[in-house]
């Protein structure tokens, strides 16, 4: 495959693009240049799901995953098989998917329909099961103003009742080699260059001759930079291809977590081993944001509201970066720096995160805070880790985000409890101290005041739910 060209099958059958612009999207591409306009434009920003498109890929897990079009860029399709809404009905006989729905009236105005149906597609493909809470999940990122949700529901419950159809395989293109690409033979007719490394050296010594590229990981974050803020990129290095660099490996300690590695495929590690870490990501955007965007590029990109860092930085959790062919090991606390800033030089990048095993004893606890339920930024993060020798605080690591230009830990809410008594009065005296930990700002999605009284609040509800089976027990006898 020439080195130019991005190969993939749509709806089966091979394409080849030539010579595109690297950001290109696939939405744009699909509606523009194939004329497949069931794929919709709606939020352009991977929240509404009008757009999602299923993608197969014997390199993911699960192989089947809804994805927006919206922000995937066109080359980070190369290699894979692409389904669109137009591929499901053959010979006029409509998809089970599609049948249902029809069946159980889960369309009105018919806006939002494909994707559903395409949402409603990788989940049959992939098996799944069709309870309500399960369906919730999958479905969370498409938005209806129309049905109420309820005869979506009801047929997606029937979809696997009906007679099953011959599918498109998991038959994939061969991948171009567009790593071969110099700054002086762009990939597009523009400036904009585009790699594509397969190695953790190659991405390395990319990298380190580009240090000013972009590092194109899921691209739910810079993919709003194109499509939103209508900046232009010049250099792309796109890590979805670098071997390992997805990898989720359990060690003798801890589980390492490669910095390419989706939200999907790291969210049952981290869940057996921190349940309430998977009930964190379970509310991370939507089935389609948590299969494209990667815990790396959610710490690597440095927000201050960021789910991520906050639990990991109270479990202890290190940071390994890469630059050339040397590693350091850094704690994850101290990656970041300053509002926009991190412990990181030109040509470094995130290369894998480490979360260590629960320490005996240790009681854990995250809480999201947010307007929605589900795929909702955070105006609050809090986490919690502590150990008892019998009532005394034997460790305690407390951290926050969106309660600072960082996230970061309350240092002196810690010091509050640290060797002190399980006690209500010491939990206290901590929700107080962090008054002095930080200096919330206000913004559109909390006031500073919001912000402070519920960081005190989990604090209080961490301790509440600690105490619970003791506080009833003397309830029980009092």
Known sequence: MARDTVSFTLNGALVAVQNPDPTLTLLNWLRTNRALTGTKEGCTEGDCGACTIVIGDPDRTPH????????????????????????????????????????????????????FVMSLYAHYRNHGAVDDDTLNDILAGNLCRCTGYAPIIRA????????????????????????????????????????????????????????????????????????????????????????????????RDGLIIGAGASYTHAHAALAQMYPALGELIRRIGSTQIRNAGTIGGNIANGSPIGDMPPPFIALGAELILRIGDKTRRIALEDFFVAYGKQDRAPGEFVEAVF??????????????????????????????????????????????????????????????????????????????????DFTPMSDMRASAHYRLQAAQNLLWKFWLDDKAPYLAREVRHG
């Open 64 to 115: 089947w995953q809804a994805l927006n079009a919206c922000i995937a860029f066109l080359p980070t399709l190369d290699g894979k098989s692409v389904i669109t809404v137009e591929g499901l009905a053959k010979d006029g006989q409509l998809h089970p998917v599609q049948q249902a729905l029809i069946e159980h009236h889960g369309s009105q105005c018919g806006f939002c329909t494909p994707g």
């Open 156 to 251: 997606a419950k029937a979809m696997f009742e009906y007679p099953k159809p011959e599918e498109i395989t998991l038959a994939t293109a061969q991948k171009s080699e567009m790593l071969n690409l110099t700054m002086t033979d762009p990939l597009s007719g523009t400036e904009k260059h585009y790699f594509a490394p397969q190695s953790l050296d190659e991405l390395a010594t990319l990298y380190g001759q580009y240090p000013q590229a972009v590092i194109l990981a899921g691209s739910t974050d810079v993919g709003l930079w194109v499509t939103k803020q209508r900046k232009v990129l010049e250099v792309l290095i796109d890590i979805g291809r670098v071997e390992g660099f997805a990898r989720v490996e359990k060690t």
């Open 355 to 436: 979360v260590p095993d629960p320490a005996p004893g240790q009681r854990f606890m995250v809480a999201k805070i947010s307007k929605r339920f589900d795929q909702d930024i955070s105006a609050l993060c809090g986490a919690f880790a502590m150990q008892l020798d019998g009532t005394k605080v034997t460790s305690i690591r407390i951290a926050y985000g969106g309660m600072a230009g960082i996230p970061a830990r309350a240092t002196e809410a810690e010091t509050a409890l640290l060797d002190k008594d399980w006690s209500e009065v010491h939990i206290r005296t901590a929700m107080t101290a962090l008054g002095d």
